[in-house]
């Protein structure tokens, strides 16, 4: 099973600054990896996947990165609607896996 | 537009059984994979289960194999999953979700979610 690490697990960030978001995987899921945002009492929601393609919809201030290993979800400009629990997820082998969730909360 | 509903969910007594349904419609609902994914209290996401749309093969995660059971009814666009011997540890609100492509298994549009509950 490949285990998904993200850090940090939460995120003090003020409105209109950059937030950074990363997630490693124990072994390499090339660029099938996916970011999804999820608030209070909603279904989650696809930001990212393919690693970088944003979903449909999706602002152009998310942004995902990486390939292998290593990823970053990157929000430029937070605004007071991006505050809530960030999970990412390989889909490169089975079983499918997620992160624990990275919380971005207003510093 | 593509909906997701889900039904079925509810309070069951440990060793229980339950049969969760996921309507689906605005898509063609053959041609994709289709999932289940849970959320316990205050918790993560974790991946359940998934049904090809290509030849209907299954997969499962180990903490639900031989338990749980995925299946797809083609002539309803309808997903389900049986869950049998039920413990505490499958409190969850539980999720269908579709995968955004043949070839991607991340998952585009997802239901708002049934909640199961295991307790006596």
């Known amino acids: 099973e490949i285990v998904m690490t993200q850090s940090p697990a939460t995120l003090s960030v003020s409105p209109g600054e950059r937030a950074t978001l990363s997630c490693r995987a124990s072994q390499s899921v090339r660029s099938n990896l996916a970011w999804y945002q999820q608030k209070p009492g909603q279904a989650p929601r696809l930001l990212i996947y393919g690693a970088s393609t944003r979903a449909t919809g999706i602002p152009a201030r998310f942004s995902g990165s990486g390939s292998g290993t290593e990823f970053t979800l990157t929000i430029s400009s937070l605004q007071s609607e991006d505050f809530a629990v960030y999970y990412c997820?390989?889909?490169?082998?089975?079983?499918?896996?997620f992160g624990q969730g990275t919380k971005v909360e207003i510093k | 537009e593509v909906l997701l509903l889900e039904s079925g969910g509810g309070l069951v007594q440990p060793g229980g059984s339950l049969r969760l349904s996921c309507a689906t419609s605005g898509f063609s609902f053959s041609s994709y994979a289709m999932s289940w994914v849970r959320q316990a209290p205050e918790k993560g996401l974790e991946w359940v289960s998934t049904i090809r749309g290509s030849d209907d093969s299954t997969y499962y995660a180990d903490s639900v194999k031989g338990r749980f059971t995925i299946s797809r009814d083609h002539s309803k666009n309808t997903l389900y999953l049986q869950i049998n011997s039920l413990g505490a540890e499958d409190t969850a609100i539980y999720y269908c979700a579709k995968a955004i492509s043949v070839w991607s298994l991340s998952f585009d549009y997802w239901g708002q979610g049934t909640l199961v509950t295991v307790s006596s």
């Open positions: 997820q390989h889909y490169n082998s089975w079983p499918l896996t």
